[in-house]
């Protein structure tokens, strides 16, 4: 073989090299591909539910946290708004509940009283009184009522028992209440108490001022009948 051919020869044998060389070296990058492949490739048979459950739903914890919290903070101001409309909706209820009772005991105490005022003008003092103590049951913040027993009481000589509604008057319900006060001037006269009986008409004439032409009035009329 002659030098040229050598060296042809040579050349060709390079050429050789060269291409076994890359297609060993793309053989191992395939095989270190595939080798990584199997490292991350999930091995079923092997596989703990539990695990996987867990990541799942700690995943799921992560992306739905902010959702869950706004849910949450929408639904306690659902409940908020529920409760306060709830609450307002009974209170509503109980008012009209309690003014349709009162309205009911108004009505009967009035019909109680008109029986006995009947009963009064026709000096049945007795009736009157009972009449009077059955409206009184039904509204027990009625001065008329209590003064009007008080006069019966004082028709019937029972004055202790007139002091008492008269007082009641002008503790617990009106301490200007001029009835209440000549009332029990009234009683005081006739149980011969002159300080209370005096006591008692300076206390009409303090709370009522402008009445005090009546006050007079009624203070003779009822000495004179004493």
């Known amino acids: 073989m002659t030098s040229k051919g050598l060296d042809d020869f040579s050349e ?14 793309s053989d191992e990058k395939q095989d270190a591909a595939a080798a990584a492949e199997s490292k991350t490739a999930v ?30 903070k929408n639904e306690a101001g659902m409940v908020q708004t529920m409760n306060q409309q709830s ?24 019909v109680q009283k008109s029986h006995g005022n ?26 008329i009522t209590y003064n009007n027993r008080a006069l019966c009481y004082i028709k019937l000589r029972n004055y202790k028992r007139a002091l008492q509604d008269c007082q009641h008057v002008v503790d617990k319900l009106q301490e200007t209440n001029l009835r209440a006060w000549l009332y029990k001037a009234t009683a005081y006269k006739r149980l011969g108490q002159t300080k209370d009986f005096e006591e008692s008409v300076a ?7 402008k009445q005090l032409a009546y006050i007079e009035k ?9």
């Open 12 to 25: 060709f044998e390079a050429t050789l090299q060269k291409i076994e060389d890359i297609l060993h070296e």
């Open 43 to 72: 091995d079923f048979d092997k596989l703990d539910p539990d695990n996987v459950r867990l990541k799942v739903r700690e995943n799921r914890t992560v992306i739905n946290r902010k959702s869950l919290e706004e849910d949450k």
């Open 87 to 110: 609450f307002m909706q009974q209170v509503e209820k109980d008012a009209n509940e309690r003014a349709e009772s009162r309205a009911k005991r108004e009505y009967e105490a009035e």
């Open 118 to 143: 009947e009963a009064f003008r026709n000096a049945k003092y007795e009736k009157a009184i009972l009449h009077y103590g059955k409206a009184l049951a039904q509204i027990k913040d009625s001065a």
């Open 203 to 209: 206390k009409a004439r303090e709370h009522n001022p």
């Open 218 to 226: 009624y203070i003779k009329q009822m000495e004179a009948e004493t």
